[in-house]
């Protein structure tokens, strides 16, 4: 292969494009990653199963579209509350116990999604399911140099809104500021009168509840199998390591890695650009180790 | 000689080292024990992926071997014996395909193994295999430049399987050409080839780019794809890829009349996972398609989706090449035994010599007669290309006026030729095992 193969010729409207699907791809890791960000900001549980609660939001959606004919944009709210339901369950079961054990979690939670992953190909067999979108999402953004499915827009702005909405949660209302007093000190916030053991259910459900959104939008994008979450809960991880415990920090992270995989990607290949961007996280880390931003100082 | 404590110690570990040994690593006990005996089962080794992204295809090609063996068991097994397989998921790990295919050989003792649809899994397997001069049956397409004496393979090599689509689509659609694979040797192997059939015939090719196995991110690419132009697509694309790909080439706006994909992998299968319309309107080129309609076929179709094996609905070119893979290995066998006349003295390598020249006739293909070229041990056959339809199946739009033969060095000439016996060079050497 010479040098001109290697790389792409440039050309401005297609990397303006190539910018648009950046941030096409920073949506779908920024919403993979939020659930995974919440839970372990709030209450440093590092959620192995996450990638598998992604895959029982798109297997939840396929059984509400195949079995019981719910259209698409209702399945998503079902969704969320059918798998924070199972988050909660699993919190009081299993993550309640281990909260003062960090590694036990890791290894707990890890240990769920084998769990969850021969669960699910026991229901539903290991041939490959698929999630119908709506037709009205099958358009095309085509202006001047700006090419995006309609799906992928949906997903921009899903994301959006979800992460709108879990901001409004967190700093306009009491309960996100008691979620925040509980990240902060949970003793402190204890002797304030705030129940923490509660503040961790709900915000486990909650981060459960996000993770299955984002497996119901990516049923569209991707073929349902039971090992599906494996290959989201890396990019996940990617974006909590780099943009640190906080929302605003996962935002950013999610953004620049999403750019830089477009970019790279549109220069050289997709082989190219995931060894570039590993090699340029592994050196960012080295540098700063905790994240992009990271909670405050306690004051005391 | 006087014994004295230290010798006495030293003896008594030998032989208590020895003793100890599993029965395989003593080389006489090793000969002494057949790997067919009269009073059992034929045990044949089945390793494909049940879980993980390549089980969208290997799964229906475990089914299909048990179905196989079924059909051959209820008309009498092979040599009046039954054949019992023995199933093992290699989770689409190419680790476990050779942690597994040890297991097979040295301790379920089978006699041949079928397995695998990737050529990562192939070669993660051919050395052991070759190790024990054992026989592994890869019953699907693969890129050639191999020549082993252990490995038989049932479906078109790379020279057999884009010699007929690449000049097809240039006539039909033009020139230019934009190359999408999944990123490990099969696809590269097959653009190369590819590559040397479209310069033939005046091509040119726009950009080349992989994905990885299971990846399902296609944005960028048909960024690439849209600023290129290009007059078709051709993918090597595997699996779960392959179907990402085509879901995604219908919402990012493309036409399959405008710019269709020239596949070599996207059979009924992939169109069934992916939904049929997002198949539709592209090129396949296969030996096998489930709208062949010919007597066998057909009862091969209603027989197979009738059983218990057929719960996926359709029928592959991988899981056709599959089924004769077994048929291929009970010819091969009952070959051997008529030239041996004893069961328990028969060696995978005894089968696989046996198997030069064998045939497979209509009666039993659904693709037609095909034969096993008795110098490099792959298939020959009648390459075919379908394009896909609004109901998921292939219409066949052109079938190879004769069978094409295996040429595993096709574009690599200066290697040397493949025969029985090994790798000819051009330096007049006999290489064996070439991998």
Redesign the interface.
């Known amino acids: ?1 010479s040098v001109t ?1 290697f790389w ?1 010729p440039f ?1 401005l ?2 990397f303006l ?2 910018l648009f ?1 950046g941030l ?2 920073a949506s ?1 890791w920024l919403i993979a990653a939020v659930g995974l960000t919440i839970i372990y900001g709030t209450m440093g549980v590092i959620n192995m199963a996450h990638g598998e609660l992604i895959m029982l939001g798109a297997y939840t959606t396929y059984v509400l579209q195949t079995f019981f004919y719910i259209p698409f944009l209702l399945c998503l709210p079902l969704v969320f509350v059918i798998v924070s339901i199972f988050g909660l369950f699993i919190e009081r079961t299993i993550i309640r116990r281990l909260y003062n054990r960090p590694l036990d979690t890791l290894l707990a939670t890890w240990g769920l999604s084998l769990i969850l992953i021969q669960g699910v ?1 026991v229901i539903f067999g ?3 399911k ?1 999630v ?1 979108i709506p037709g009205w999402l ?1 358009f ?1 953004v ?1 202006l001047g140099f700006l ?1 995006l ?4 827009l949906f997903i921009i702005l899903a994301t959006a809104a979800l992460i709108f909405g879990t901001w409004y949660i967190a700093y306009r209302t009491t309960w996100g500021i008691r979620v925040r007093a509980v990240m902060a000190d949970p003793d402190m916030a204890s002797s304030f009168g705030i129940d923490s053991n509660r503040i961790y259910s709900i915000t486990f459900a909650y981060g459960a509840g996000l993770a299955g959104v984002a497996g119901a939008l990516f049923g569209g ?3 349902l ?3 599906m979450g494996s ?1 989201y809960i890396v990019e996940a991880f990617l974006v909590v390591v780099v943009g640190g415990t906080q929302l605003l920090g996962s935002i950013f992270s999610s953004i620049i890695l999403g750019e830089l ?2 970019i790279f ?2 220069f050289t ?3 190219f ?2 060894f570039v961007l590993f090699t340029l996280i592994v050196i960012f880390l080295r540098f700063r180790p905790q994240g992009l931003i990271t909670e405050g100082m306690k004051r005391r | 000689m006087t014994i004295t404590r230290r010798s006495l110690i030293k003896r008594s570990s030998a032989l208590a080292l020895a003793l100890s040994t599993p029965a395989i690593f003593r080389p006489s006990a090793a000969r002494a024990q057949p790997w067919i005996s009269k009073n059992g089962t034929i045990k044949l080794g089945v390793l494909f992926s049940q879980s993980g992204p390549l089980a969208v295809v290997e799964n229906d090609s475990t089914q299909v071997v048990l179905f196989a063996i079924d059909e051959i068991n209820a008309n009498g097994g092979v040599a009046g014996m039954q054949v019992e397989p023995v199933v093992i998921d290699a989770k689409s790990d190419v680790k476990v395909y050779s942690e597994k295919i040890s297991q097979l050989i040295l301790s379920d003792r089978v006699i041949s193994t079928i397995g695998g649809y990737t050529s990562a899994s192939r070669r993660a397997v051919a050395p052991f295999v070759m190790a024990r001069d054992h026989l592994f049956y890869y019953p699907t397409c693969y890129e050639g430049r191999e020549c082993t004496q252990n490995v038989i393979c049932t479906g078109p090599l790379a020279n057999q399987h884009s010699q007929d689509l690449i000049p097809f689509m240039v006539q039909n659609f033009g020139k230019r050409v934009y190359f999408v694979g999944s990123n490990y040797i099969w696809p590269k192997e097959s653009n190369k080839v590819a590559r040397v059939w479209l310069e033939k015939v005046g091509g040119e090719v726009l950009g080349e780019d992989y994905v990885p196995i299971g990846g399902s991110e296609f944005a960028p690419i048909f960024n690439k794809i849209r600023q290129a132009n290009p007059d078709f697509i051709f993918s090597t694309l595997i699996g779960d890829s392959d179907v990402a790909m085509h879901k995604q080439f219908l919402s990012e706006g493309f036409k399959a009349d405008k710019m269709p994909i020239a596949s070599l992998t996207t059979g009924e299968i992939e169109v069934r996972a992916m939904g049929a319309e997002a198949g539709a309107g592209h090129f396949l080129s296969a030996p096998y398609f489930q709208a062949l309609d010919t007597p066998t076929n057909n009862r091969f179709v209603e027989k197979y989706l009738g059983s218990k094996y057929g719960g996926g609905g359709v029928t592959h070119y991988n899981m056709e090449e599959t089924y004769l893979a077994v048929y291929f290995w009970k010819a091969g066998l009952e070959k051997a035994l008529a030239q041996t006349g004893d069961i328990e003295a028969i060696t995978p390598r005894m089968i696989r010599d046996a198997s030069g020249g064998v045939t497979i006739g209509d009666e039993i293909s659904p693709e037609g007669k095909v034969w096993i070229d008795p110098d490099n041990f792959n298939m020959w056959l009648r390459p075919k290309i379908g394009q896909c339809q609004g109901d998921g199946q292939f219409k066949i739009i052109k079938v190879a006026d004769q069978h094409v033969g295996p040429n595993p060095f096709e574009i690599y000439p200066d290697r040397g030729v493949c025969k029985a016996d090994g790798l000819h060079t051009p330096a007049g050497t006999v290489q064996k095992g070439v991998l």
Do not use: V
């Not at chain 1, 499915?149 to 992928?152: A, K, M, Q, S, V």
């Open positions: 292969m193969d792409t050309e409207n297609s494009n190539a699907i096409s791809i779908i190909r290991t041939a490959p698929y119908s099958n095309q085509s090419h499915p309609g799906f992928r994008l991707k073929t199998l039971p090992d290959g995989a477009s990607s549109y290949n997709d082989t650009a995931r």
